[in-house]
């Protein structure tokens, strides 16, 4: 059974920069973290999955894939119910679990994803909450069940609309929350002591918070 983890980024990935930061800049960087954090995990195959909802995002997709390693595949989705659209895109014939990882998500810990795939083995949905309500990231079996809807991770209401949705208790699992960078001051809840989110940390120099 193929395990897959990939980010999903959509345009509007690091629409939240700091002041002085460019913005496709920042988006490019938070997005490769993000996609180093998935590529290093172990019997796990990364993938990034790219999402418009106002038509084919071929110019993003064009622009993520130069942040990835040689084969990795970028997918390219477009329509209602990003998370849907993404999951049934990487539902191959081999395909039996996936993760999804919003691209803003440069520090994420790589236990985390774990503790996703983990909960799949009763669960047949497992998120990882942000403070908001949104979700860090999302894992399924696949194919993806029905109840998942037209479900964004920006959603603020997207935990809420899960829990509601799940057709029984054990249906839907919940690791421990992380962060996202959707607004300027969220940069500062990037940890200079952690390691990985290089092209983040090159790219704002000082501009975290310090112990």
Not at 21 to 27: I, K, L, T, W, Y
Not at 196 to 211: C, I, K, P, S
Request: glycine share 10%; with cysteine.
């Amino acid at each position: 059974m193929q395990r897959i983890a990939a980010v999903l980024v959509t345009s509007g990935t690091g629409s939240g920069p700091p002041p002085g930061v460019d913005g496709r800049r920042f988006a490019a960087a938070v997005a490769e973290d993000t996609y180093e954090v998935v590529a290093g995990l172990a019997l796990c195959d990364p993938a990034v999955v790219v999402w418009a909802d106002d038509g084919p995002p071929t110019a993003l997709a064009e622009q993520v894939s130069h942040l990835t390693w040689p084969g990795t595949p970028v997918l390219a989705v477009h329509g209602p119910g990003p998370v849907r659209r993404a999951l049934d895109a990487l539902a191959g014939p081999d395909a039996g679990q996936a993760v999804l990882v919003a691209a803003d998500a440069p520090d994420l810990p790589p236990l985390l994803i774990g503790k996703l795939f983990r909960a799949l083995s009763s669960a047949e949905v497992a998120v990882c909450p942000a403070e908001d309500g949104a979700l860090v990231a999302l894992a399924a079996r696949l194919p993806a069940p029905g109840w998942l809807g037209t479900l964004t991770l920006d959603d603020p209401a997207a935990l809420a609309a899960l829990t509601s949705a799940r057709p029984r208790r054990g249906a839907l699992a919940t690791v421990p929350g992380w962060h996202r960078l959707r607004s300027p001051a969220d940069v500062h809840r990037l940890d200079p002591g952690l390691e990985g989110w290089e092209a983040t940390r090159a790219l704002l120099g000082g501009g975290v918070r310090q112990e």
